[in-house]
């Protein structure tokens, strides 16, 4: 493993919270290493088509976000060094980051690290769902903004929260047929959080528009509804959803069945915790999400000296609100390693902090409105697969249960769930339910699974690669 030169601060994702965390940081004075493993900066949110990619009428990455190009045009920057096409695999002895980019291994002491490591789909298990075709709603949404491919012509959307509007508003300008969108929130017991919204006039117009364009183009959009079977041989043919009750658990008889070609999940997003966990970070279950994610203090710094994080790694929040962490994480970085004053720090740091309360009421009362209920766990049968990698069921997941397991890690060891490609991101999160329903535990007891290295999959010749390069170019 070839050794790079130490840096004071690493940022290791580039989206909209790791982008303002590394020009923040460097504009105090501080030399920042930028990490993401994308070709270009900007995360999910800002994502930039390849550069190899140039059509005469391509659709806008950009569309729907005007701030676009005043975040990205903060790179390239004389004192932060962007390492494209790089992951993060590792920690080792504290701060130091094991990195990847394909060929060879590297080692990048460091003595701060802000972690915007951003979030993915959240897995949601149901009759077929590992047909063709049935695909996340982000994975959906890059498909089409960088590389221009739609995911299917007669598309059903099922889901939590804006992105499928956003979505569905990208598919019908592209050419597919949205065929419904079967939202599975259920926004009549949500009215005590419309207040929330007041002043923030350009996401209800952002809503709106899509909303508009969806009646336009005679879209069902059908409210507490969600996905619960999905047919074909080779590839998907007929989605199947039904009507949800006050946990969110599927209503028997009100099934709809809709013909398509493909299917998008976007039962909401899971912080990317993995890396933060790596770390020794202590994490703290989420209500609104079910699920983990790291602990942090109002600087935005971990139960770990020196380890921060920032953005959707901490809270589905949005861009803004990453932006604003991102500030907050860089201007502390930038004071503990002695580029600002704390005069200087706690004046700035006092307005970044009023404009998150306010940016966070909004954030809140969508997490509440678009809650991921319990119930909704219960579209899954025996036979279903929860364990995509290693092909295990939630049968048998249950059956470990039965035969002695009390928790995720003894799942594991009894299973192999989670021993796959996903490394337990996916799985953990649709056994956690099934774990705590039958040995009668809380889902916040339930931790998740042990992270261990290589926290995301490299190929053996990359660890096995001689050290005959010694510094990255």
């Not at 005069?343 to 306010?358: D, F, W």
Request: net charge neutral.
């Amino acid at each position: 493993m070839t050794q790079l030169a130490p840096t004071p601060l690493t940022v290791v994702g580039a989206g909209p919270a790791g982008i303002m965390a590394a020009f923040t940081a460097a504009e105090a004075g501080v030399s920042v290493t930028l990490i993401d493993d994308n070709p270009l900066p900007g995360g999910q949110y800002y994502r930039q088509a390849p550069p190899e990619f140039r059509f005469s009428d391509p659709i806008d990455a950009q569309s729907g976000r005007p701030d676009a190009p005043a975040v990205l045009k903060k790179l390239p920057h004389p004192i932060i060094k962007v390492l494209n096409n790089m992951l993060v695999w590792g920690v080792f002895d504290q701060h130091n980051l094991a990195l990847a980019d394909g060929e060879q291994s590297y080692l990048l002491p460091t003595d701060r690290v802000i972690l915007a490591t951003g979030a993915y789909d959240r897995p949601f298990a149901f009759t077929g769902w590992t047909l063709p075709g049935i695909i996340g709603a982000g994975a959906a949404l890059r498909m089409i903004k960088t590389q221009w491919v739609l995911p299917g012509k007669r598309v059903l959307l099922a889901g939590l929260g804006p992105l499928q509007l956003a979505l569905a508003d990208a598919l019908i300008k592209s050419g597919a047929e949205v065929v419904c969108v079967a939202e599975a929130a259920n926004l009549m017991r949500s009215w005590q959080q419309l207040p929330k919204f007041w002043g923030h006039w350009e996401r209800i117009q952002e809503g709106m528009a899509y909303l508009n364009n969806l009646r336009k183009n005679k879209v069902p959009v059908l409210y507490n509804y969600a996905i619960v079977g999905a047919f074909g041989k080779d590839h998907v043919e007929k989605a199947q959803i039904a009507r949800l009750d006050e946990q969110g658990a599927p209503i028997p008889g009100t099934e709809r069945q809709f013909d398509v070609d493909s299917v998008c999940l976007g039962y909401g997003l899971l912080p990317s915790f993995q890396l933060a966990a790596a770390f020794g970070c202590q994490l703290r279950f989420d209500q609104n999400l079910g699920w983990y994610a790291p602990q942090h203090d109002a600087s935005m710094e971990t139960t770990q000296e020196g380890v921060f994080v920032a953005g959707d790694v901490t809270d589905i929040a949005g861009a803004k609100v990453a932006q604003v962490e991102g500030q907050i994480a860089g201007l502390t970085a930038a004071h503990q390693l002695g580029c600002i004053s704390g005069k200087v720090l706690a004046e700035r740091l006092g307005s970044l902090r009023s404009r998150l309360k306010r940016l966070n009421r909004l954030a809140e009362a969508l997490q509440k409105i678009y809650a991921f209920r319990p119930g909704l766990a219960k579209a899954a049968k025996e036979d279903t697969l929860l364990c995509r990698c290693e092909e295990i069921t939630f049968g048998q997941v249950k059956k470990a249960l039965a035969d002695g397991a009390t928790d995720l890690n003894q799942v594991k060891l009894a299973t192999r769930a989670g021993m796959g490609y996903c490394q337990g991101r996916f799985c953990s999160v649709l056994a956690a339910p099934v774990v705590a329903e039958v040995t009668g535990q809380s889902m916040s007891d339930l931790y998740p699974f042990t992270v261990r290295p290589p926290i995301q999959p490299i190929p053996l010749g990359v660890l096995a690669s001689g050290a005959k390069i010694n510094s990255h170019p």
